[in-house]
């Protein structure tokens, strides 16, 4: 959830932190900082509340400058955002830490350290950590010593950074269930939750792997696996611009990747698709083994990613046959499973390190299923490194909180996994064909619906004195629904709730009067003439409907119901072309109301934590 930056090099890297920082607030905006060991051998060291703006304001109007540093912005757990919950945390002025991720045993740490002598300025679980190195380092007085004595005692997740004023040429990291990176310069290196964070400096980057410790200097970078052994990791080369992450014309992240899903899922199906066919090596090599043998989908992800999965429960068991299960990650990890024979196991999630996610995959190693299949974002990520298939969405990178692109592209990825699948359970080649072709007319649809921007924004300036709404859908338009009202919850704080629109009559229809938008998504599918009768029965009882429509069955406008009509597009992809309007409609309220689009209040994007 914590963005973590790091640097030692010759030069003063107080920048490097700050605007590592700034390309990390994604991850966490609660509270901020920076250490840095200046040129007496100190720390030095900044924290402020709120955003890495704040954080900047202190270093210019009192700058700390070194060539050895630590940064830190914070999403909180322990403690609420106050400057002294802030990372970086020290121990006697001696040593700084970063973390990010929930150390579960600090509570005894604390207790231990404190009948020691160590007294604590925060609630934070990080500082038990810090203060344990530093009384390990009493014994044990190398840095690298002391802390893999102390993280033999942790029980948790974590990615550190840690320096001591004693070894001001030396940074030393660690990640356990938690994602760091090391950026590879010349005669400088640094580390980062994410790879965006560095891209201003260098793009040659080493994956940390689980349980590794790393000890770096401007010149060297020595990795030790879980064992303690010396081990060589490879260093690639990211294909990302330092300009990936930059808004550029768009007054808002969220806007910038709205607009960018055309290109997102074109990229999405590029060289894996012929002109009637999918191509299952896309998946990996042992697709084709897999995919033959496969009998049963199990589908786990958190969110936005749930939302996809449960889109993908009706592809899979229409168009390939074969019966799907969706589960949210944090339930599934915590329950006993019966596993059918040959159950394909499916992991959804953008960023590839959420941690619920990525502990129900090392869950279900062990667990009998077939195989694994990564749906994910991210090349180097932990989830998709520990799967056996893997298709990636080629969304690029996704700096808004609320997920648009990397929603429809991971759409788009199970539908390919999806038909890759239903080949080998008796698709006909002809139907195939047909839904490849509609695959390859997507991104030309989604920009028509694009082109409705301004009706969608008109239709926003209804919703900015509301405080509650319904969603409607049917089918798998009903987790489209779903999406549609967690967007606008997330980034306008208009309570929100999605329904399938059979279910209006079971109860929620009492909520339905004058002041309760009712949105509805209205393809031109099988379903339609049905969930038309539950419309009449929201304008029977004073509601007003929102509803995007096929223009084949679009309802009549009326006052208390206003209609905007999307292209024609084949059943089975309705449900990616059907976001797109819901996502504007959702930034445009929340524009309106002035709400943080890209921040929106306690949330961060990528959940790395339980």
């Given at each position: 959830?914590?963005?973590?930056v790091?640097?030692?090099?010759?030069r003063?890297?107080?920048?490097?932190?700050?605007?590592?920082l700034?390309r990390l607030?994604y991850?966490?905006y609660?509270?901020?900082g920076?250490?840095?060991?200046?040129?007496?051998?100190?720390l030095?060291?900044?924290r402020?509340v709120?955003?890495?703006?704040?954080l900047?304001?202190?270093?210019?109007?009192q700058?700390?400058?070194?060539?050895?540093?630590?940064?830190?912005?914070?999403?909180?757990?322990h403690?609420?955002?106050?400057q002294?919950?802030?990372?970086?945390?020290?121990?006697?002025d001696?040593?700084a830490i970063?973390?990010?991720?929930?150390?579960e045993?600090?509570q005894?740490?604390?207790?231990?350290?404190?009948?020691?002598?160590?007294?604590f300025?925060?609630?934070?679980d990080?500082?038990?950590?810090?203060?344990?190195?530093?009384?390990?380092?009493?014994?044990?007085?190398?840095?690298?010593?002391?802390l893999?004595t102390?993280?033999d005692?942790?029980?948790g997740?974590?990615?550190?950074?840690?320096i001591?004023?004693h070894?001001?040429?030396r940074?030393?990291?660690?990640?356990r269930g938690?994602p760091?990176?090391?950026?590879?310069?010349?005669g400088?290196?640094?580390?980062?939750?994410?790879?965006?964070?560095?891209?201003?400096?260098?793009?040659?980057?080493?994956?940390?792997?689980?349980g590794d410790?790393a000890?770096?200097?401007r010149?060297?970078?020595?990795?030790?696996?879980?064992?303690?052994?010396?081990?060589?990791?490879p260093?690639?080369?990211?294909?990302?611009?330092?300009?990936?992450?930059?808004?550029?014309?768009?007054?808002?992240?969220?806007?910038?990747?709205?607009?960018?899903?055309?290109?997102?899922?074109?990229?999405?199906?590029?060289?894996?698709?012929?002109?009637?066919?999918v191509?299952?090596?896309a998946?990996?090599p042992a697709a084709?083994a897999?995919?033959?043998?496969?009998q049963?989908?199990?589908?786990?992800?958190?969110?936005?990613?749930?939302h996809?999965?449960?889109?993908?429960r009706?592809?899979?068991e229409?168009?390939a046959?074969l019966?799907?299960?969706?589960?949210?990650?944090?339930?599934?990890?915590?329950?006993?499973h019966?596993?059918?024979?040959?159950?394909?196991?499916?992991?959804?999630?953008?960023s590839?390190?959420?941690a619920?996610?990525l502990?129900?995959?090392?869950?279900?190693?062990g667990?009998?299923?077939?195989?694994?299949?990564?749906?994910c974002?991210?090349?180097?990520?932990?989830?998709?490194?520990?799967?056996?298939?893997?298709?990636?969405?080629?969304?690029?990178?996704e700096?808004?909180?609320a997920?648009t692109?990397?929603?429809?592209?991971q759409?788009?990825?199970?539908?390919?996994?999806?038909?890759a699948?239903?080949?080998?359970?008796?698709?006909?080649?002809s139907?195939e064909?047909?839904?490849?072709?509609?695959?390859r007319?997507?991104?030309?649809q989604i920009d028509?619906?694009?082109?409705?921007?301004?009706?969608?924004?008109?239709?926003?300036e209804q919703?900015?004195?509301?405080?509650h709404s319904?969603?409607?859908?049917?089918g798998?338009?009903?987790?489209?629904?779903?999406?549609g009202?967690?967007?606008?919850?997330?980034?306008?704080?208009?309570?929100?709730?999605?329904?399938?629109a059979?279910e209006?009559?079971?109860g929620?229809l009492?909520?339905?009067?004058?002041?309760?938008?009712?949105?509805?998504?209205?393809?031109?599918?099988?379903?339609?003439e049905?969930?038309?009768?539950n419309?009449?029965e929201?304008?029977?009882r004073?509601?007003?409907l929102?509803?995007?429509?096929?223009?084949?069955c679009?309802p009549?406008?009326?006052?208390?119901?206003q209609?905007i009509?999307?292209?024609p597009?084949?059943d089975?992809?309705?449900?990616i072309?059907?976001?797109?309007?819901?996502?504007?409609?959702?930034?445009?309220?929340?524009?309106l109301?002035?709400t943080?689009?890209d921040?929106p209040?306690?949330?961060?994007?990528?959940v790395?934590?339980?």
């Open positions: 959830m914590c963005g973590i790091g640097a030692v090099a010759e003063d890297v107080s920048a490097i932190l700050l605007e590592g700034r607030e991850r966490g609660d509270s901020s920076l250490v840095v060991v200046d040129r007496h051998d100190c030095q060291r900044h402020a709120g955003k890495v703006a704040a900047a304001n202190a270093q210019s109007a700058p700390v400058a070194g060539s050895l540093g630590i940064a830190h912005t914070r999403w909180a757990t403690g609420a955002p106050t002294a919950n802030a990372h970086p945390h020290m121990a006697v001696d040593i970063v973390h990010n991720g929930i150390i045993n600090y005894a740490l604390r207790t231990k350290l404190t009948d020691a002598g160590y007294r300025s925060s609630q934070t990080t500082e038990a950590v810090v203060n344990a190195i530093h009384a390990q380092t009493q014994s044990q007085p190398d840095l690298l010593d002391a893999r102390v993280i005692e942790l029980e997740a974590y990615a550190l950074g840690v001591s004023r070894e001001p040429g940074l030393i990291a660690a990640r938690s760091l990176v090391i950026g590879v310069g010349i400088e290196h640094f580390i980062a939750s994410d790879v965006a964070a560095l891209l201003p400096v260098t793009r040659e980057f080493i994956d940390l792997e689980e410790i000890d770096i200097t010149t060297s970078v020595t990795i030790y696996n879980a064992a303690g052994e010396p081990v060589e990791r260093v690639r080369t990211t294909e990302l611009s330092a300009d990936a992450a930059e808004r550029g014309q768009y007054r808002h992240f969220m806007a910038k990747e709205i607009h960018e899903q055309p290109r997102a899922i074109a990229q999405t199906l590029e060289d894996r698709v012929t002109d009637r066919q191509l299952p090596a998946l990996g084709t897999v995919l033959e043998k496969a049963r989908i199990q589908i786990v992800a958190c969110g936005t990613s749930f996809a999965g449960l889109v993908a009706y592809w899979f229409a168009i046959g019966p799907c299960d969706v589960e949210v990650a944090s339930e599934f990890r915590y329950r006993r019966a596993v059918s024979a040959n159950t394909l196991f499916v992991t959804l999630s953008q590839g390190e959420t619920d996610t502990a129900a995959l090392r869950e279900a190693k667990m009998g299923y077939l195989a694994s299949l990564a749906i974002n991210v090349p180097e990520s932990s989830l998709v490194r520990e799967s056996d298939l893997v298709m990636m969405t080629r969304a690029g990178p700096i808004g909180v997920s692109k990397a929603f429809t592209t759409l788009t990825a199970l539908l390919l996994s999806v038909i699948a239903a080949r080998f359970h008796g698709l006909p080649n139907d064909a047909r839904l490849v072709n509609a695959l007319e997507l991104p030309g028509q619906v694009l082109r409705l921007e301004s009706q969608i924004e008109a239709l926003a919703f900015i004195d509301k405080h319904l969603f409607l859908g049917r798998p338009q009903y987790p489209i629904a779903m999406e009202a967690l967007k606008l919850k997330e980034i306008s704080y208009i309570h929100a709730e999605a329904y399938p059979g209006l009559k079971h929620p009492a909520l339905v009067d004058a002041e309760m938008p009712v949105v509805a998504v209205a393809p031109n599918d099988d379903l339609v049905k969930l038309q009768s419309l009449q929201v304008r029977a004073g509601g007003r929102f509803v995007f429509a096929d223009e084949a679009a009549a406008p009326e006052p208390d119901c209609v009509t999307l292209p597009v084949d089975v992809l309705a449900p072309l059907y976001t797109i309007p819901l996502q504007l409609l959702a930034y445009h309220v929340a524009v109301k002035g943080d689009v921040q209040r306690n949330l961060a994007k990528s790395t934590v339980e």
